[in-house]
């Protein structure tokens, strides 16, 4: 998968796993705990977080800081869960 905004820019490869069970075991138990399986860096925490809810994505954490990074967590629909983390400007 590409970005359309950025066609040449990084590409993120999804592999099958559905079959390996221990693949199947971990991400059900991170899950289970809340863990995000990935993260994915923006620019604002805040804004990606209303544009995805637009599109009708559900969110397992709203925006959440402790001082340092500014993460979200939502639900893929696959049974993952991914974060979305937004660095301190010049962390």
């Not at 705990?33 to 804004?47: C, R």
């Not at 969110?59 to 629909?77: L, R």
Request: glycine letters at 8%.
């Amino acid at each position: 998968m590409v970005s359309p905004e950025d066609p040449d820019g990084p590409e993120l490869l999804l592999e099958p796993n559905a079959d390996y069970p221990a693949m199947k075991a971990l991400r059900e138990v991170l899950a289970e705990d809340g863990i995000p399986i990935t993260s994915f860096a923006v620019d604002d925490v805040q804004a990606e977080y209303e544009r995805l809810q637009k599109l009708g994505v559900i969110f397992t954490q709203e925006p959440f800081s402790q001082g340092g990074p500014t993460t979200a967590v939502f639900d893929d629909t696959s049974g993952n869960l991914l974060q979305i983390v937004e660095l301190k400007k010049g962390a």
